[in-house]
């Protein structure tokens, strides 16, 4: 068990007019108990309109939060956006996490059992569950099943989310990263959380993965804004169809390397 690795957990948290979860998300990353390191938040905020300052305006000069503001209008862009910053500006950073700002850490102890896995096993990647949020409700939990790192399984998951099914949807908001894992985010208009995460399982071979099956990490709104915009321009479906594709094709060119 290590006891000298006391970096900073940071969450980075991006921000598109967001006012009305804002502060429930930022609350529930405070609010955190048993964790002996520092935990940090990263604010980027990309070209909001809403009046998201005045919903935090008590909290904008705790030092446990910093803020920073781009106007990328990309999803992705402001995902590496986040990696690059924490890892040129906080050098002390032991591991990355995200937490967009209309969801919310399930419990006030669940940063303390992230902090045990590190503690105990050190992994370059952490994968966590969640439990998925629509009009309020608790409609189902998305487990970081260890069966994930089999290529089969994989696909058959990715398949189902090509084909709409909530169920295949993959636990792709509750990674915490170190800072040496040199995966980025795609340029997709949806759905670029799981081509994240499947980059980073394509990697099994490359960085240690520990799949926290026991970990429920945080509450996932499948309502939220980004989600909901992303249906209407009938990109949500495009793109799961389009990771499937170059999943497969991935395997394949594995195969007959």
């Given at each position: 068990m290590s006891t000298a690795n006391n970096g900073k957990i940071v969450i980075g948290m991006p921000l598109k007019n967001g006012a009305n979860t804002l502060r429930r998300a930022v609350e529930s990353i405070l609010t955190q108990r048993g964790v002996e390191r520092e935990i940090l938040i990263l604010i980027v905020n990309d070209g909001s309109t809403d009046n998201w300052r005045d919903v935090i305006s008590d909290y904008l000069d705790d030092q446990r939060i910093i803020i920073e503001n781009v106007k990328f209008s990309k999803t992705y862009a402001v995902r590496n956006f986040i990696l690059d910053y924490i890892r040129k500006n906080i050098p002390d950073a032991e591991y990355i996490g995200r937490l967009d700002a209309d969801d919310f850490i399930v419990d006030e102890y669940a940063l303390s059992k992230i902090a045990k896995v590190i503690d105990?096993?050190?992994?370059?990647?952490?994968?966590?569950?969640?439990?998925?949020?629509?009009?309020?409700?608790?409609?189902?939990?998305?487990?970081?099943?260890?069966?994930?790192?089999?290529?089969?399984?994989?696909?058959?998951?990715?398949?189902?989310?090509?084909?709409?099914?909530?169920?295949?949807?993959?636990?792709?908001?509750?990674?915490?990263?170190?800072?040496?894992?040199?995966?980025?985010?795609?340029?997709?208009?949806?759905?670029?959380?799981?081509?994240?995460?499947?980059?980073?399982?394509?990697?099994?071979?490359?960085?240690?993965?520990?799949?926290?099956?026991?970990?429920?990490?945080?509450?996932?709104?499948?309502?939220?804004?980004?989600?909901?915009?992303?249906?209407?321009?009938?990109?949500?479906?495009?793109?799961?169809?389009?990771?499937?594709?170059?999943?497969?094709?991935?395997?394949?060119?594995?195969?007959?390397?």
């Amino acid at each position: 068990m290590s006891t000298a690795n006391n970096g900073k957990i940071v969450i980075g948290m991006p921000l598109k007019n967001g006012a009305n979860t804002l502060r429930r998300a930022v609350e529930s990353i405070l609010t955190q108990r048993g964790v002996e390191r520092e935990i940090l938040i990263l604010i980027v905020n990309d070209g909001s309109t809403d009046n998201w300052r005045d919903v935090i305006s008590d909290y904008l000069d705790d030092q446990r939060i910093i803020i920073e503001n781009v106007k990328f209008s990309k999803t992705y862009a402001v995902r590496n956006f986040i990696l690059d910053y924490i890892r040129k500006n906080i050098p002390d950073a032991e591991y990355i996490g995200r937490l967009d700002a209309d969801d919310f850490i399930v419990d006030e102890y669940a940063l303390s059992k992230i902090a045990k896995v590190i503690d105990l096993y050190e992994p370059d990647i952490i994968i966590a569950g969640n439990k998925q949020m629509l009009n309020n409700n608790i409609v189902g939990v998305n487990y970081a099943n260890k069966k994930l790192l089999n290529t089969e399984f994989l696909k058959t998951r990715l398949l189902q989310m090509a084909n709409g099914a909530i169920e295949g949807e993959l636990p792709s908001c509750n990674v915490f990263v170190k800072p040496t894992v040199n995966v980025r985010y795609k340029d997709v208009e949806s759905a670029e959380d799981h081509w994240y995460i499947v980059e980073l399982l394509l990697r099994k071979s490359c960085y240690k993965i520990y799949m926290a099956e026991e970990i429920i990490y945080s509450i996932y709104t499948l309502n939220g804004n980004l989600t909901k915009n992303n249906r209407k321009r009938n990109v949500y479906l495009k793109s799961r169809r389009e990771l499937y594709n170059y999943f497969i094709s991935k395997i394949l060119r594995t195969e007959y390397e």
